[in-house]
Nanobody, 121 residues
């Protein structure tokens, strides 16, 4: 019913930048909060950043001041600008969206398939 497709991952050197994108498509009535989470090998999935429909943002402590989340509501797309990347940012990054589909009363959480970000020299 709803698909989230991420793009923009890859290999970058420490101190470099990457920008992730996640586009939602399907039977969408409205998208509430969108966000990014990440999971490194052997670790639990953790919050990176979230943004509400109105643009209120929230960041995980480890990325504050380095990452910026934004969204384009007309395109159902959320972005993550990652600057000053560190090796410890290496992880699979997952897009998440809380979506109310057409005809539904409530919303449901959807996940993308994940995109790999590797920070290494």
């Amino acid at each position: 019913q709803v698909q989230l497709v991420e793009s923009g991952g890859g290999l970058v050197q420490p101190g470099g930048s990457l920008k992730l994108s996640c586009a939602a498509s399907g039977n969408i009535f409205t998208i509430y909060t969108m966000g990014w989470y990440r999971q490194a090998p052997g670790k639990q999935r953790e919050l990176v950043a979230t943004i509400t429909h109105g643009g209120i943002t929230n960041y995980g402590d480890s990325v504050k001041g380095r990452f910026a989340i934004s969204r384009d509501n007309a395109k159902n797309t959320v972005y993550l600008q990652m600057n000053s990347l560190k090796p410890e940012d290496t992880a699979v990054y997952y897009c998440n969206a809380k979506v109310r589909i057409i005809g539904a009363i409530d919303s449901k959480s959807y996940w993308g398939q994940g995109t790999q970000v590797t920070v290494s020299s």
